[in-house]
């Protein structure tokens, strides 16, 4: 009887470990620590980085070429639809290959995982990398609404100071899915909104100090700050 008992309480131990393990694993992943172990700095090497900039740059001048020829205001909104989804799935793999990079208050590396950056140059070296029309180091020095101003049509900026969080990102998510500039007090960085949820990719000074995703509605960043302005980048501007 004591022995069966024994190997019981041994078979639930195992498991018990295994489900830790698991646990552990799964935690690990969806934390922001992950991005700043050699295994994911090798995985998302610069060699790999220059070959994905290259692709991009191809796809985009292939999209350039068919919204010249395209004649009627349906071929144009069809390509602008396509060039949408491109333009937003190539920010998201070139922002994975940025994620861990060390942030520092003055850092300007062009390179991702070496070096140190700071919020503002973080955003343009990003919306460069992409092929965004924008004058890297000039508009990274700027205050965030200059920034957002000079690269986002008036129309498609939400400016509030001193409003409510929850109102504040639902006036942004009524605006739609897309990449946003997002300008705080004394912050800079992405909205991400692609449907089913909200991200804010930045290089921030917290805990990890370094460029992170993580959800918006977690940040205490936008929470705290009491002035907020989002521009939504279009996509018309990356096929001129």
Known sequence: MLKRIKHFLFRWLIRLSLFALVAAAIGFYLSPYKYQTPFYRWYYSYSDYKILLSEIKIKQDALKKEYKKAKTDSEKEKILEKAQKIFENSFEQVCKYWYGTKWSYSGTTQIPGKGKIACGYFVTTILRD?????????????????????????????LKVNADFGDFMEEVEEMGDG?????????????????????????????????????????????????????????????E
């Open 130 to 158: 992409l092929g965004y029309p924008i004058e890297r180091i000039k508009m990274a020095q700027a205050a965030s609404e200059t920034l957002i101003r000079k690269t986002v049509d008036k129309k498609f900026i939400k």
């Open 179 to 239: 990449i946003y500039i997002l300008g705080l007090d004394t912050h800079t960085g992405f909205l991400f909104i692609d449907g089913s949820s909200t991200h804010f990719i930045h290089s921030s000074n917290g805990i990890l100090k370094g460029v992170r995703n993580q959800m918006a509605f977690s940040s205490n960043t936008i929470r705290k700050s009491k002035y907020r302005v989002a521009g939504q980048i279009q996509v018309e501007r990356w096929l």
